[in-house]
């Protein structure tokens, strides 16, 4: 079986002898999969009225067992700060999270759900939950088993520990 990245492996091998193209594989792999995955999280997730990242920041803090400061959440969705502020205050706007001062600090706000936002995202995760499964529905066990290692393995190896 084929895939778009053997064209244009094939691509280079003919112009490029010389090139050991193995990594540009992986790597393109990689990358498209990340589009096509996006793709149907995007998709799931309109129906609800809301973006991947919407549900990224909701989910978070839904999962969390407090409120988050914006470091803490800026951190766990893998974004900068100014990033989060601007997508908090769009959560805001809707009324899905609200900010609180942190107690004795006077710099740092807390991050939380609404009840709205709690409600949305309970109301989302189940399906969610059933897309990504859908999305791996070609993968034996232990094909998933050993992709998910795999990858923890290449993430651990990119820094992207705790």
């Known amino acids: 079986m084929r895939d778009s990245v053997d064209d244009f492996l094939d691509q280079w ?6 090139l050991d193209l193995d990594a540009m594989g992986t790597v393109g792999r990689i990358l498209r999969l990340s589009r096509l995955v996006n793709g149907r999280l995007k998709e799931y997730f309109a129906q609800y009225g809301m973006e991947t990242w919407e549900f990224d920041v909701l989910a978070t803090l ?3 067992a ?4 914006a470091k803490e959440l800026a951190a766990s ?3 900068g700060s100014a990033a ?3 997508r908090v205050d769009r959560l805001v706007a809707r009324d899905l ?3 609180t001062p942190v107690p004795g600090d006077r710099r740092s706000l807390h ?3 609404t009840d709205g936002g709690r409600e949305l995202v309970d109301a989302t995760v189940r399906g969610h939950v059933r897309n ?3 999305i791996l529905a070609d993968l034996t066990a232990d094909d998933a088993e050993s992709l998910n290692r795999l990858l923890r393995t290449l993430l651990v190896s990119l820094g992207d520990t705790r």
């Open 111 to 113: 991050i939380a759900l």
């Open 62 to 64: 839904r999962r969390s």
């Open 84 to 86: 989060l502020t601007n």
């Open 77 to 79: 969705v893998m974004i």
């Open 132 to 134: 990504q499964r859908d």
């Open 97 to 99: 999270v609200v900010r």
């Open 13 to 18: 091998t003919a112009q490029r002898e010389d």
């Open 66 to 69: 407090r409120p988050l400061t």
